[in-house]
């Protein structure tokens, strides 16, 4: 054995990996977070769960992907004059690495954000998750390019970035958006050090896991500190189709008259998790060292190429399909979910005020925050919220939720947890809630760590 | 404008990005090489083109998505107990890392090449692609974690390796498969220089480009060498399917007592490209430093949460729909297709062998390979094999191919091009090769060079 070698033959005559020897990241315990937090779930089955975010399930029940991938199908023969071979043929047979659906989501954007997008600035992926990978592969080929991130975050990002061996820098998220401050500081400091913060990750429209709304003059602000340090923004704009109709702020790429964001978009919620499909607005130019210039668009196309190759087309036809039943529009595809997302919103919040009145709080020192839209409140507790609490809670109350500390980049949130408004009926959110009251009211948790 | 500034602000008042700045892989030609056959091809239009692998068109001209998933989700309401409602959300709301049909993959692979394997040991990937890229970032996490490619090589393989930052070692392809002389002195030093060979990739069953079936003994023999230099074997088997039943040889995988293989599948070629859905078989067992023990699979499958969260379910639903169709066999289903892949390529060494006549092969410098199987046929010139050839090759005589050199670490294979039979009729074939002789009988292109 030379001291490289990383594995043993053991008794049984089969090789052996040893675990240091693997991708470091594998040893991080946040990437195996959420894998114990569905072992938790699992061992409760009677609990019930603020912990996923994930979409309501009944939406699924009446959906019918044949017709939405048949619309698709048509809107290839009859407005893009294929024949049904070739139609099908788009969809069955390899298919361009950056998208195929990449014209209707153009006229998406202009519908639903009056964002101006040529459909060659837009990649499709493999969901949301990959059009991060790609836009941090792309922008941090060195350790001395520092990816900045918004915390506390989706875990997606974070999970990402240590995939990619990309040690993140944290910028503490405010009630207006972002701490500015410590974000003109972190990008000056980093120039000292010889480095550079290439992008900012951040969630403007009732981020998970905080749901905070981003003010206007914050994103205004935003866009000024992202051209003074020359570095881009990577907007998640997951969840900003729950706001209110007519109050929705302007997404930060809307204002974006530089070219300094990268807009990062998901179906999983608009449309159905179950298609994997997101996509990507890199409008940037990109100029080589011979002045031959390209789209950012482009050269993520060719990360893709060689991380999953192409999006499914039958996929990217059944968002299409949608798409096309709804006049073009995504948010129309979602604003039936965005109501009934913004009615459990208010369903939580009604029901935490009426089972936690403020005396309660008070003696408990319990308290959350009120977000107008997204899938999420923060609640603070007067203990550590860390899954020792999360079990015997569980066991105690039958009612479930995710410590705050996993959304942290560093550790902090411990007194805190996320509860997820997304999946229940108002009938669970009522009885979860009046579980969770009795949880805050229970002295033997409440007063131990 | 600090050293490290990688952006100015021209003109038209729009940030702009320096290429050299981004993920330095973006410079290199060879990620670009199929966009740049692309574009060739597409300015060709009427041309014969032998250059895509794609598989036959015509197989999706009576394929019912549709009723593949309507197969799947029966199975899970009949087979798996399921209530029809929970069955749809299977297919539609997020789902496992790890994928949904491992078991039906699990069974496919027993019935079909007597491999023995846990359905946990499977991660289902988006394409096979993405099945590579996990293995590479888990096994190669450091620059002294070398990884070994048979050369020449699929694009994917050497593309993935590229945009992780790593450096393939190429080790020749022999006429029985690999040279495990270079092998074994490549692993030697490696050694002596401080770093290791990690893994090798190799696709024995009619590998691309070269179409090449490593025999027997040289199996078994590099069994032995991963054993002696404790290295594992990425078995690429896109192309068994098509192997003349009954002469097919026993996968690496099937012959592998000792762990030292992932299996690498795709559904592309077998069922459709379309459903990006590939598979890895990884059984490994991994040791922490504590001595706990995991199967290499699940450490894969956390790296797979933070590039793509899961695999489309609704795609894996068409391949399992497809499987049970067939009993359970993924040969099965790519029984129809293998025929007519076999048949395409006894025609088109048959056409060969009948317009290019062996006084003219031998006037001219002409030869090539007689694979038993596969999509490919190798073919030498006399003359560099670049893309001016093919240009001209285009222009003047109608007929498209891909330059060897593409697929070649070390740029090795100037001489050479691939024909692929997959995507062509008979007729197509017939008509291809009397042009491709009419290229090889010009005088002007074969001595210009």
Redesign the interface.
Known sequence: M?P????A??VA???????????????DPA??A??FLNEVIDRFPQAISFA?G??F?KF??D?D??RH?ERYERHLVEDKGLTP?RA??R?????PAQGVINDLLARALRIDHGMDVAPEAIVVT??C??AM?LAL???C?TP??LLAIVNPCFV?IA??A??LGIDPVAIDETSSGVDLGALDRACIAA?RD???IRALYVAPDFSNPSGTLMDLPTRHALLAAA?AH?F?LLEDDAYGFTAESGSALPTLKALD????VIYLGTC?KIC?????VGFMVAD??????AGK??L?AS?LT??K???????????QA?VGGMMLEHDGSLAAVGREKALLYRRNLRHLLDALSRHLPPALCAQQHVSWNEPQGGFFVRVRLPVVADYALLERCAARHGVLWTPMSSFFLDGAGRHELRLACSYLTPEEIDEGVARFARFVADDKLMRSS
């Open positions: 030379t490289h070698s990383s594995s033959t053991p005559g089969r090789a052996q990996l040893h675990k240091p020897a693997l991708l470091h990241a594998l040893a990437l195996g959420i894998s996923p994930a979409p399930a699924f029940d959906l992907v044949a991938i071979a099908k043929r969809l069955y047979q390899y298919g493999v969901g998750q990959e990978v592969r792309a922008l080929p001395d390019d997606g999970g990402a240590k995939v120039r010889g480095q550079r051209r020359d881009l008259a530089e070219g300094r999983a159905l998790p179950g298609v994997r940037q130019e990109v100029v080589d060292e210039t390209t950012l050269e060719l990360i190429s060689m991380l999953t190759v192409n999006t499914s087309p039958i996929c059944i």
